[in-house]
Each structure stands twice: as C-alpha cells, then as structure tokens.
C-alpha cells in the first residue's frame, strides 16, 4: 500500500513533468518533448538514486558519494593517477582534489611519488581505506538491492542494457566554437540599488 508521502510525491513529479513540457513549449513551440523528457528522467533518476544512497548510506557512514565513488574506483582499477582517477569516477580534477585531501586526512589513502618525475603520482588504499570502502560497498549494495527489487529481473535487465548503451555510445557531435561560447546572460556586475 502506497503512503500518503508516496502519493504526494509522485503527485509532484507528474505536476512537474507537465509543467516541464508546457514551459518548454512556451519557450520554443516546435521542441522535441519526448527529447527533453529523455534527458530530464536519465538525469533526475541517477541524481535521486544519488541523492538517496548520500543521506542513506554515505552520510551517516561520515562520508560522501564523492569519496565512495573514489575509493571504489581505486579499489577497482588500483594503482592510479589522480588525473585518470577523475577520468574513471567522472569527478572534475578540482572535486577529486577536495575528495583526495578528504581521504588522505582520513589515512586511506596512499600516494607513491615517481622517483623520475616528481609531478607524477600513484593513489591506493591503505588498509584502512580498503576496509571503508569493504563497509560502504556492503551498505550501498544494500541499499541499491532495495531499488532494484521493484523490478522484474527482465526489467532490470533491458533498463541496465540502455543505459549501458547511454554510457558508452559516443555523444553527438560537438556544438561548435559559436554555439558553446555563446553566452545566455551578461557578463557586467549587478549593480545594487
């Protein structure tokens, strides 16, 4: 039986979800509407998936996604560079450098300095670090088992295979140099009143 807070909740998404296509409609009369909801549901539903594992597990373990997602990387592929570990957890070289200090305050990491290139240097993990990231794993498993269970293996399985598709197809093409610099508002400071 579905509680009221559910209800109300989808209630608000499909409000949403209407609201969305109107404005877009508003906006630019001839949009593709099953575009936009293509790429509005992907992001929504991997940043409320996101969002729940963070408050749910991560958090109240002390730690973040962020660092989750960098630890389980390390743990994966092993001996790293930071530049390729950003790469592999899809983590901007600014917020895996915030993450790293974060972990390295923490003891669990470890970085190996090249004796011929100082510039170049390797991440693991440290005992410690291999044992958060046992704990985070087993409680995010956990948790991520709790959503998976709402669908059918099939389900499951056809919704894995097009978003491994999403993920691994190449993007379209590029906008040009005019479309990505455009910008949408000005760049003169605000003056207060």
Same mark, same amino acid.
């Given at each position: ?82 530049? &390729? $570990?950003? !790469?592999?957890?899809?983590?901007? @070289?600014? *917020?895996?450098?915030?993450?790293? /200090?974060?972990?390295? %305050? ?58 491994? &598709? $999403?993920? !691994?197809?190449?993007?379209?093409? @590029?906008? *040009?140099?005019?479309?990505?610099? /455009?910008?949408?508002? %000005? ?7």
């Amino acid at each position: 039986m579905t509680s009221e807070r559910q209800r109300h909740a989808s209630g608000d998404a499909e409000l949403y979800e209407r609201l969305t296509r109107a404005a877009a409609l508003e906006i630019d009369p001839g949009a593709d509407l099953d575009a936009m909801d293509f790429g509005l549901s992907v992001v929504r539903a991997g940043n409320r998936l996101q969002q729940d594992l963070e408050q749910q597990v991560h958090r109240p373990a002390g730690m973040t996604w962020a660092a989750f997602r960098v630890l389980f990387t390390i743990k994966s592929v092993g001996d790293v560079s930071p530049m &390729r $570990l950003a !790469h592999l957890s899809n983590t901007s @070289p600014a *917020s895996i450098s915030s993450v790293l /200090k974060t972990l390295d %305050s923490y003891g669990m990491i470890a970085r190996t300095v090249n004796e011929s290139d100082k510039r170049a240097v390797r991440l693991t993990l440290t005992p410690v670090g291999e044992e958060a990231v046992a704990e985070l794993f087993t409680r995010n498993n956990r948790r991520v088992r709790e959503w998976a269970a709402r669908y059918t293996e099939a389900e499951r399985a056809q919704l894995i295979q097009l978003l491994g &598709r $999403l993920l !691994h197809e190449p993007s379209p093409h @590029p906008l *040009s140099e005019r479309e990505r610099q /455009k910008p949408v508002r %000005s760049r003169r400071a605000r003056t207060t009143k």
